[in-house]
């Protein structure tokens, strides 16, 4: 990871802010002051079903293909030495899963370091994010439009095919229930029960078989990207065209979730569409506000989010630790977390329970929204 300054090159203002709100909702949702007490929208859904929370991986998965087209077309086109990108792409993907797996070890590995690797979730967010990086990143070089989209049409059939129809190992039968389906039983089998999701052991949300179908949606984000750069069209037949593919791949997501069920934690093939559709929309809207229609005063918060994503992500998590590992002694000789006690002294006592658990959330959101601002205003962005 390295200190980088933001330079001239150009950028998609529509996108650096798309993906500062996408990553402020995400530390919003992962860090309520009471996990008993979370309003609707913000969790997730228990299984099949999407709620606004379950839009948000998708959407920044999707960001990622938009943005890999803006950082590699040129290079691309200029037929540069590739081996050198991938081995770039590679790097950094290596030190996004690092640090996925940073977050895995503590606070644990602060006490048990052994204990730590012995039980240390392997599968998560970031680690999800590096996979689907490096192989959507390799295939946009490697590969020409019409492969691209072909690949996207065969990943989600195969998915859908291996989900919905294969008899899982040890089961019998084809299942797509939280403990039996076969990314459930691959997983175990790979990682072993001890590095899975501490929640079950049994399986996990961000599991090996469904980073594939997780490709795929950043594969949609590519195929925007290629038409977002493309000469000779208009910024609002741009806009236009985005509209109608998002709305289109939003239908054909929730036909086919009819049959193949849309599930966040199995990412099947209709979630990808589904979400795939909801990110064009949400793009779109953004775009034409911002690029087409010039409203851009208001931006320059979510941009903060934007250009500092996976630093903002990391470093919020590893607060989110701190707070519950640090031990206080009450008055009354009760031993709590930081958290708690502040989530006791300052909101729990002025609002309701729901109301408490959300102004936590959103203090904590403002709270790195103060630190971005720092970053922004020294032009310091970290790069991974």
Not at 85 to 99: D, E, K, M, P, Y
Not at 197 to 207: A, H, I, Q, T
Not at 221 to 246: D, M, P, S, Y
Request: contains cysteine; glycine residues 8%; aromatic residues 16%.
């Amino acid at each position: 990871m390295s200190i980088n300054f933001q330079n001239g090159d150009q950028r998609l203002l529509s996108l650096d802010v798309f993906r500062g709100i996408t990553v402020a909702a995400m530390i919003l949702v992962n860090n309520p002051g009471d996990w008993g007490h979370i309003y609707g929208p913000l969790k997730h859904s228990d299984w099949n079903g999407c709620t606004p929370t379950d839009l948000i991986f998708p959407f920044f998965l999707f960001i990622i293909g938009v943005s890999i087209v803006f950082s590699l077309k040129k290079k691309k086109e200029r037929n540069l030495d590739q081996s050198k990108q991938i081995t770039g792409i590679a790097r950094r993907s290596v030190i996004i899963f690092g640090l996925g797996i940073i977050l895995a070890l503590l606070p644990l590995a602060l006490t048990d370091p052994i204990e730590a690797f012995k039980t240390v979730r392997i599968p998560g967010v970031l680690q999800r994010i590096a996979l689907v990086y490096f192989f959507t990143a390799v295939i946009f070089l490697k590969s020409s439009l019409q492969a691209r989209a072909w690949m996207l049409v065969f990943i989600l059939l195969l998915y859908w095919a291996l989900m919905a129809f294969v008899p899982v190992p040890n089961t019998g039968y084809p299942s797509l229930e939280k403990e039996t389906n076969m990314g459930a039983w691959l997983d175990r089998l790979v990682f072993t029960p001890a590095h899975l999701w501490k929640e079950s052991n049994f399986w996990d949300p961000e599991g090996l078989l469904g980073t594939m179908p997780s490709i795929a949606t950043a594969l949609i984000g590519v195929l925007v990207g290629i038409r977002l750069n493309k000469r000779g069209q208009t910024e609002n037949e741009k806009a236009t065209w985005l509209t109608l593919f998002g709305a289109v791949m939003l239908a054909s997501g929730a036909f086919w979730g009819l049959y193949f069920p849309i599930n966040k934690a199995l990412w099947t093939s209709s979630y990808v569409l589904y979400t795939g559709g909801f990110a064009c929309l949400s793009l779109a809207g953004c775009y034409w506000l911002i690029d087409v229609k010039g409203y851009q005063r208001w931006t320059k918060p979510f941009v903060m989010y934007g250009v500092n994503a996976i630093t903002v992500f990391f470093f919020s998590a590893i607060i989110a630790k701190a707070l519950n590992f640090i031990k206080l002694t009450t008055t009354d000789g009760r031993i709590i977390s930081a958290k708690e006690w502040i989530y006791k002294q300052l909101f729990a006592s002025n609002f309701s329970d729901y109301n408490a658990s959300l102004m936590y959330a959103i203090c904590f959101v403002l709270f790195w929204q103060a630190v971005l601002w720092w970053m922004y205003n020294k032009k310091i962005i970290v790069k991974v």
